[in-house]
T-cell receptor, first 117, second 111 residues
Framework: DGGITQSPKYLFRKEGQNVTLSCEQN?????MYWYRQDPGQGLRLIYY???????QKGDIAEGYSVSREKKESFPLTVTSAQKNPTAFYLC????????????????FGAGTRLSVL | DAKTTQPPSMDCAEGRAANLPCNHS???????VYWYRQIHSQGPQYIIH???NNETNEMASLIITEDRKSSTLILPHATLRDTAVYYC????????????FGKGTRLSVIA
């Protein structure tokens, strides 16, 4: 099945610890994205990447880091500098070259719920 | 990208049509209207998009007014599984920056 896989589904972080959220896609999409969602709120962009070995900060990048060593993978690290990491994290991907507006259709994973112990 | 305005919540009886409005009065000529929905604790799901003509697919219909300043997403026969937050997003077809999600409309389908 083609799709986006996020793991783990639930994650707990201890004080001062870095944790890494995994995102893998087998859709052959060029771009990948990380969003954060707090209860009752919309999605806020953390980082995105349009090509391997390149990525851009979104609106709330502080306290987070990413890498894009392979087209299929875009892991997100929540560092100890992120003082309020409890949230629902969503990964998405999309094409960059497609007809009409198809390139702006983003496909999402099932999310990772991160909590602080 | 143009800003959108949606009501925070709506109710709909099961089996009836759900009509979700979206205002985008500052939309420009090359901007598309996209609709996504997010069922509780899941990732958002693409529903439909359009430029100026009405569009229909297996999930929904999208009606865009002639002046393109507003649109309506129609779920023709709402079921309990359609209970979700629905996001209306306006986006230019040039450039490659990510979609920006607002707070959307929380649709509750009631038995």
């Amino acid at each position: 099945d083609g799709g986006i896989t996020q793991s783990p589904k639930y994650l707990f972080r201890k004080e001062g610890q870095n944790v890494t959220l995994s995102c893998e896609q087998n859709l052959n999409h060029d771009a990948m994205y990380w969003y954060r969602q707090d209860p009752g709120q919309g999605l806020r962009l953390i980082y995105y990447s349009q090509i391997v070995n390149d990525f851009q900060k979104g609106d709330i990048a502080e306290g987070y880091s990413v890498s894009r060593e392979k087209k299929e993978s875009f892991p997100l690290t929540v560092t100890s500098a992120q003082k309020n990491p409890t949230a629902f994290y969503l990964c998405a991907s999309s094409l960059l070259r497609a007809g009409k507006a198809l390139k702006h259709i983003q496909y999402f994973g099932a999310g990772t719920r991160l909590s602080v112990l | 990208d143009a800003k959108t305005t949606q009501p925070p919540s709506m109710d709909c009886a099961e089996g009836r049509a759900a009509n979700l409005p979206c205002n985008h009065s500052t939309i420009s000529g090359n901007e598309y209207v996209y609709w996504y929905r997010q069922i509780h604790s899941q990732g958002p799901q693409y529903i439909i998009h359009g430029l100026k003509n009405n569009e229909t697919n297996e999930m929904a219909s999208l009606i865009i007014t002639e002046d393109r300043k507003s649109s309506t997403l129609i779920l023709p026969h709402a079921t309990l599984r359609d209970t979700a937050v629905y996001y209306c997003i306006v986006r230019s077809n040039s450039g490659n920056t990510p979609l920006v999600f607002g707070k959307g409309t929380r649709l509750s389908v009631i038995a």
